[in-house]
């Protein structure tokens, strides 16, 4: 009987560090900070996740939190097709560059995507239209709360074959945090990069 229970007990033991974490102690301090954000912001806030793909170019999505609410989610292609976006925007000579690099005529891209070029590179979404661009490499929306329990749960749990960062350079709060395969070359990343958070 005495073996059954030391055997038990060795395996709820193997079983809780199956469950843990990579960076647990850096990710709980992150935590802490996240909560004191959140206090001291009212829950008022927004960040900027960016993503980048060998295919497609980079882009930002800006997502807007109020009293822990959705509220607005900003997308744009910062760069697509190899042009840049100018400071201002999406101008109309810097969409025909885009449609000159691609070889596509307005008509003829609208046809493709279903959308005007204008509307592809950049969007703004408020109140219920939150969420509704389906279709796009934008970030679903995402609260903070909702970050920090993904990294918890997903992004930086121990599993084998994989690479796993975290970091948390915007004030102690999350700024890179995810996995990548091991030998996978492109577009591999799963998880977030958070390049501004700030109270509002």
């Not at 102690?25 to 927004?46: I, L």
């Not at 590179?121 to 490499?137: C, I, K, N, R």
């Amino acid at each position: 009987m005495r073996t059954l229970v030391i055997a038990f007990v060795v395996m709820l033991g193997f079983i809780a560090c199956k469950k843990d974490i990579e960076y647990k102690s850096s990710f709980e301090k992150s935590n802490r900070s996240w909560k004191a954000f959140k206090a001291s912001s009212n829950n008022n806030y927004r960040f900027v996740v960016s993503g980048t793909s060998w295919s497609s170019g980079s882009w930002t999505t800006t997502l807007k939190v109020q009293a822990g609410v959705a509220v607005e989610r900003k997308f744009a292609y910062t760069i697509y097709a190899g042009v840049v976006m100018p400071p201002e925007g999406w101008t109309p000579a810097k969409q025909d560059e885009v449609l000159a690099r691609i070889n596509l005529t307005a008509a003829a891209f609208r046809q493709q995507t279903g959308k005007d070029i204008s509307e592809y590179l950049s969007w703004t979404e408020t109140g219920a239209m939150v969420g509704a661009h389906t279709d796009t490499p934008a970030t679903p929306f995402l609260t903070l709360d909702q970050v920090y329990e993904k990294a918890k749960n997903d992004w930086l749990k121990k599993r084998s074959g994989t690479t796993t960062y975290f970091e948390a350079k915007n004030n102690g709060l999350i700024s890179a945090c995810g996995y990548v395969p091991d030998n996978c070359a492109d577009d591999c990343f799963t998880g977030i990069g958070i390049s501004l958070i700030e109270a509002l």
